[in-house]
Structures are given as C-alpha cells and as structure tokens.
T-cell receptor, first 114, second 113 residues
Framework: AQSVTQLGSHVSVSEGALVLLRCNYS??????LFWYVQYPNQGLQLLLK??????LVKGINGFEAEFKKSETSFHLTKPSAHMSDAAEYFC????????????FGSGTRLQVQP | NAGVTQTPKFRILKIGQSMTLQCTQD?????MYWYRQDPGMGLKLIYY???????DKGEVPNGYNVSRSTTEDFPLRLELAAPSQTSVYFC????????????FGQGTRLTVV
C-alpha cells in the first residue's frame, strides 16, 4: 500500500523567504508524485508532477520539487514567497496501474507574513 | 473547457435525508473518482470508476453509492445522511494511460445537521 507523509501541518514564512514543504512517500513500485495547491473554497490545482523523467521538476508559480529516491522524498520549494502563495498544499502519490487513484498526504497550510 | 463540474456547491441536509451529488466531465476521461476532504486528513477515496458501467469501492465507501451509466457522469448518492458525512466532496477524473494528473471539480460542501 502507498502512503504519503507531509511534515508540518502549518508552515509560516515571511514574504520573500524560502518556502520548503516536506513530503515523504512509500510505494512498492516506481511512483508518480504530485503536488496540488488548494486556495480557500476552491478545488485542487496541479502545481507539478514527477513521472520518472527529470528528478528536478519545475511547476507553476515558481515552485519546484526534487525527487530523491534514496530518501523517498519529494519536497516542494520556492525561492521567494509571495503573499499569493498562502494556501494549502497537498502531496500525493499515484498508483500507476489498476484504479490509478491518488493517495494524499494530510496537507500543509502555508502562511505568508508581510 | 468546463473540465469537471460539480453541483451543488453547498448543501445542508437533515439527518436521515438523501441526496445526490452530481459530477460531470467533458474531457472524455475514463477514470473518475469521488473523494471526501476532512480537516487535517487530506482526501480519502470513496468510490471510483474505470469506465462506464464499472464502479468499485475506495477506502471509505460506507453510506455512499455511485453509478456510471455514461462516460461523462458519475453521481454520488447519500441514502441516509449522518453527521459523520459532513465534509467537502471532490469529484476528479483522469484519462486512460500514461502519467497524467487528476483533474478536480470545485467541490461540494455538505453539512448534515
């Protein structure tokens, strides 16, 4: 069975500071990994995805994530936080066979202080 | 380019009432899913479908039913609403094959009182 662990349910950074949101996964097969963002009262929007090509993945809004197989991690970073980045972020792993459903982490709420 | 459309956006139900959450997608995706989102818990899979006429249970199916008579539509039925079903419900779809992401609807916020 797959699982995803997101360390830190709340992260607070200052505007302009580095954003680092942590995600560790477990999977018995090579995973597909995703980061989604959810703004208040909205659905989930894809930030970026890892699908076994480049290990450093660039997404929208200046976010990127690095797949590290040895650490089973897929941490999300952004060099400089903007107020508009305040949202909830979910890491997810996909089954690449069968039902192909997503298994989600519990989410990290990012606050950006002025 | 509507994507995944869910209705209603908000609903309050009394205990024991029934309702259907509607979900439709216009991307011709084979796979469709229903998730529920509870605070601090991420999203949990309720039911899924790999194509018209084929549905199966996810991790938290109790109290729910689904059908998939067409590729486009995947309604979720609550027969006897309970307070434990107070949640935000998301429908999602994924195309067949490859390493593609899921596309989500805007969600239905359901309160059972």
């Amino acid at each position: 069975a797959q699982s995803v662990t997101q360390l830190g349910s709340h992260v607070s950074v200052s505007e302009g500071a580095l954003v680092l949101l942590r995600c560790n996964y477990s999977s018995s097969v090579p995973p597909y990994l995703f980061w989604y963002v959810q703004y208040p009262n909205q659905g989930l929007q894809l930030l970026l995805k890892y699908t076994s090509a480049a290990t450093l993945v660039k997404g929208i809004n200046g976010f990127e994530a690095e797949f590290k197989k040895s650490e089973t991690s897929f941490h999300l970073t952004k060099p400089s936080a903007h107020m508009s980045d305040a949202a909830e972020y979910f890491c997810a792993v996909s089954e690449n066979t069968g039902r192909r459903a997503l298994t989600f982490g519990s989410g990290t709420r990012l606050q950006v202080q002025p | 380019n509507a994507g995944v459309t869910q209705t209603p956006k908000f609903r309050i139900l009394k205990i024991g009432q029934s309702m259907t959450l509607q979900c439709t997608q216009d991307m011709n995706h084979n796979y469709m899913y229903w998730y529920r989102q509870d605070p601090g818990m991420g999203l949990k899979l309720i039911y899924y479908s790999v194509g018209a006429g084929i549905t199966d249970k996810g991790e938290v199916p109790n109290g729910y039913n689904v059908s998939r008579s067409t590729t486009e539509d995947f309604p979720l039925r609550l027969e006897l609403a309970a307070p434990s079903q107070t949640s935000v419900y998301f429908c999602a779809s994924t195309p067949r094959g490859g390493n593609t992401e899921a596309f989500f609807g805007q969600g239905t916020r359901l309160t059972v009182v």
